[in-house]
T-cell receptor, first 114, second 112 residues
């Protein structure tokens, strides 16, 4: 069966510090990978998606970047965090292919920037 | 691009009653419509989905209906239970099919 992991679960960082959130998927190959941000009491905003190693598409301009160094590893980074980067970050995966498929979400990382 | 609206934003029902959440979408090319349930502090989990070639789908107490002409779809939960309390999100696939646009969510409270 497939599983998706995210870490850390919670993170408190000062403004201006760097960020690295990691997501890994087990039990599948060539998944599509996604990073979402969820502000408190709000919906899910797609930040990045990837259909393969080194292939990253950004949905919104922002202070964050993403990388996919391995097939089942997706990393969200920032060089200098802003207060507005606080939120609940969710990684998700779906099966490859052009047809829309269910997205499976990880447990999330709650980031607080002070 | 796709835009998804969801109503109501909050919904309170008595245990045993039905709950209905409605979503509208703008892109007529969207063809996949999932519903997710998110409990506090957790990632969303799929509860039911429907594709554009189907008008209705049921899974026990949960059903989804789709009206492609009007571009709206709805989640129906019957015989609600306290454990149904959560935030529910609808989504629509983008024109390519890979990416979802989510609605803003509905906070459902089932009162015992």
């Amino acid at each position: 069966s497939q599983t998706i992991h995210q870490w850390p679960a919670t993170l408190v960082q000062p403004v201006g510090s760097p960020l690295s959130l990691e997501c890994t998927v087990e039990g599948t190959s060539n998944p599509n990978l996604y990073w979402y941000r969820q502000a408190a009491g709000r919906g899910l905003q797609l930040l990045f998606y990837s259909v393969g190693i080194g292939q990253i598409s950004s949905e919104v301009p922002q202070n964050l970047s993403a990388s996919r160094p391995q097939d089942r590893q997706f990393i969200l980074s920032s060089k200098k965090l802003l207060l507005s980067d606080s939120g609940f970050y969710l990684c998700a995966w779906s099966r490859e292919g052009g047809r829309a498929h269910e997205q499976f979400f990880g447990p999330g990382t709650r980031l607080t920037v002070l | 691009g796709e835009n998804v609206e969801q109503h109501p934003s909050t919904l309170s029902v008595q245990e045993g009653d039905s709950a209905v959440i409605k979503c509208t979408y703008s892109d007529s090319a969207s063809n996949y419509f999932p519903w997710y349930k998110q409990e506090l502090g957790k990632g969303p989990q799929l509860i039911i989905d429907i594709r554009s070639n189907v008008g209705e789908k049921k899974d026990q107490r949960i059903a989804v209906t789709l009206n492609k002409t009007a571009k709206h779809f709805s989640l129906h939960i019957t015989e609600t239970q306290p454990e149904d309390s959560a935030v529910y999100f609808c989504a629509a696939s983008g024109s390519y099919g890979q990416n979802f646009v989510f609605g803003p969510g509905t906070r459902l409270s089932v009162l015992p």
